[in-house]
């Protein structure tokens, strides 16, 4: 577990991205090789919270 996009892009295989909702309950918005994850996301809040537009 890391919110250092730069490391988990480096040493993980897998990542999974999660965000909370308004009550601040979490869920999962993405699974993937961490090497999809990071080039090609397939949803928008994964891109731009690895791009560093939010978060």
Same mark, same amino acid.
């Given at each position: 577990?890391?919110? +250092?996009? =730069? =490391?988990?892009?480096?040493?993980?295989?897998?990542?999974?991205?999660? +965000?909370?909702?308004?009550?601040?309950?979490? *869920?999962?918005?993405?699974?993937?090789?961490?090497? =999809?994850?990071?080039? +090609?996301? =397939?949803?928008?809040?994964?891109?731009? *919270?690895?791009?560093?537009?939010?978060?």
């Amino acid at each position: 577990v890391t919110h +250092n996009m =730069q =490391q988990a892009a480096r040493v993980s295989d897998f990542t999974a991205f999660f +965000n909370m909702d308004e009550d601040r309950a979490g *869920y999962l918005v993405e699974f993937g090789e961490t090497r =999809q994850i990071f080039t +090609n996301p =397939q949803d928008k809040r994964t891109e731009d *919270y690895v791009t560093g537009r939010f978060g």
